[in-house]
């Protein structure tokens, strides 16, 4: 089932839907949005992450490494 909005708060730090959101997806989580426009989170993918047993997405870069060009 689904994280509860208190649940997904806890786990993001972040009371404002639009906050979670971008947390989630900077730190490789899958999420769905809901009618409501807030994230929907499974709760054994949160487990899994948590467990390791997901690999950590790595963080998207801000710029393109101009040096490497």
Do not use: D
Request: glycine share 8%; with cysteine.
């Amino acid at each position: 089932m689904f994280l509860t909005q208190a649940e997904l708060a806890e786990l993001t730090e972040r009371k404002r839907k639009g906050e979670q959101i971008a947390w989630l997806k900077s730190n490789g989580y899958h999420y769905a949005i809901g009618a409501n426009g807030h994230a929907r989170v499974l709760r054994e993918h949160v487990q899994a992450k948590l467990c390791g047993t997901i690999a950590a997405a790595a963080p998207a870069a801000a710029e393109p490494n101009w040096a490497a060009m």
